[in-house]
Nanobody, 117 residues
Framework: QVQLVESGGGLVQPGGSLRLSCVAS????????MGWYRQAPGKQRELVAT???????NYADSVKGRLTISRDNAKNTVYLQMNSLSPEDTAVYYC???????????WGQGTQVTVSS
């Protein structure tokens, strides 16, 4: 049974930083694609960033230059370094994983990120 477990969310002031982590377990083969989605109150879920085992990345335009995705394939873990956070980044952040770009069937339970003074 595949599980994705996120950690690292919390409350941070505008301009601050957070680092999210997500550990995958139960998968027989390394996920080719791992990444992050988010859902803000009253809005649809949206892609934040994804990364392949080869190191290819895809970012939402709204986070480019501020959020950085990375992964440790040996540890089955993906990270999201978030800098220069603004209240617009407030959302539940979900870890996602799969083997084909555009088809990510595995989701974590989500971790809340709140940016507020």
């Amino acid at each position: 049974q595949v599980q994705l477990v996120e950690s690292g969310g919390g409350l941070v002031q505008p301009g601050g930083s957070l680092r999210l982590s997500c550990v995958a377990s139960g998968n027989r083969f390394t996920f080719v694609v791992m990444g992050w989605y988010r859902q803000a109150p009253g809005k649809q879920r949206e892609l934040v960033a994804t990364m392949t085992t080869a190191g290819g990345t895809n970012y939402a335009d709204s986070v480019k230059g501020r959020l950085t995705i990375s992964r440790d394939n040996a540890k089955n873990t993906v990270y999201l370094q978030m800098n220069s956070l603004s209240p617009e980044d407030t959302a539940v952040y979900y870890c996602v994983a799969g083997w084909i770009t555009g088809s990510l069937p595995y989701w974590g339970q989500g971790t809340q990120v709140t940016v507020s003074s």
